[in-house]
């Protein structure tokens, strides 16, 4: 089983890490806990969540999988989605109460996807104001953001000026063949240090629905880029079960492998026809709460 180092920040995670969205999918929260768990008792030390998962019902899920000394065996991340600074910090709260900790690991800013967020992001009063008087503060550890739309915007993040921790962005076999994170953002995460998480290994499931490849190869291939740590939605036992069975064999995608494997979801995939969070709002959840990206309210 592989242990990665998370960028410049010397931490050693998982390569698998456990997606927050699915674990408030579940069928219900005795299920959610079974499968962060499950994950944590088979070697998994990595979680990703969110503020705004299934209403804060997953970070709650999650909260009480990590009590019984269960948080001292994770690295903890979450998301925050306010880009001005008096909400941004009720969040980081709120995400402290419901996972039940002190310190959260890593905070990221949700949904860097508009080509303007960097600029709110930065503001005088924005989003990084809070994260910094956080981290300050001793409630967060690293600071890190995550947009799933454009590359050209996570490019435009990082020429923001700031030391970047961590970077989470869509890393798959379809993502080669339109608006490429891997081609246009992960050499820049790898020459500057940045811990590289890759998200939606599966493209939302699109790529195995679409029979572009099995679930395992999805994985694998992930799995085989310069990733820190590959986050995997996991909604069931028999899914977390998939993803350890993955982990524990994993062995590298030769390249001849790897380029097989794109061409062959580039035949699928013209126009991002199914890379629906590059191409459409349905995967964008910020969009339907516009107050938390603006200064009109301070309430959440």
């Known amino acids: 089983m592989e242990y990665r180092t998370l960028g410049k920040t010397g931490e050693r995670v998982s390569a ?6 699915h674990v408030g999918r579940a069928s219900t929260a005795e299920e959610g806990i079974r499968i962060v768990r499950t994950a944590i008792d088979n ?3 990595f979680m990703d969540n969110c503020w705004d998962y299934a209403g804060g019902e997953a970070e709650i899920r999650m909260g009480k999988a990590l009590r019984d000394g269960y948080r001292q065996r994770v690295f903890l991340m979450t998301k925050i989605d306010a880009h001005y600074a008096p909400v941004a910090s009720q969040q980081i ?9 002190d310190v959260i690991d890593l905070m990221q800013i949700h949904e860097v996807i508009r080509p303007d967020d960097p600029e709110r992001a930065f503001a005088p009063g924005g989003t990084m104001e809070a994260l910094l008087a956080a981290r300050k503060a001793g ?7 995550t947009g799933h739309k454009d590359p050209d915007i996570h490019l435009k993040m990082l020429n923001m000026g700031f030391s970047w921790d961590t970077v989470q ?9 339109h608006k490429s994170f891997q081609a246009k953002v992960l050499p820049v995460l790898v020459e500057r240090g940045i811990g590289v998480l890759g998200m939606k290994p599966l493209a939302a499931g699109a790529a195995v629905r679409d029979g572009v490849a099995t679930a395992e190869e999805c994985l694998r291939y992930a799995l085989s880029l ?20 993955v982990w524990q ?8 492998e790897m380029a097989a494997l794109r061409a062959r979801a580039a035949a699928r995939n ?8 590059k191409t459409t709002h349905r995967f964008d959840g910020t969009i339907n709460n516009p107050h938390w990206l603006t200064t009109a309210s301070v309430t959440v």
């Open 169 to 177: 962005m869509p890393l798959n076999c379809l993502d080669a063949s």
């Open 43 to 45: 070697g998994i030390t």
């Open 93 to 101: 709260d709120q995400c402290l109460s419901r996972l039940q900790t």
């Open 16 to 21: 698998i890490g456990i997606g927050g969205a």
């Open 139 to 145: 409630k967060i550890r690293y600071i890190g953001f």
């Open 270 to 277: 013209q126009d991002g026809v199914l890379e629906g969070y």
């Open 249 to 256: 064999n994993f062995t590298p995608m030769t390249p001849d």
């Open 226 to 245: 310069p990733t820190s740590v590959v986050i995997t939605g996991c909604d069931s036992l028999a899914i977390v079960e998939q993803a350890i069975r």
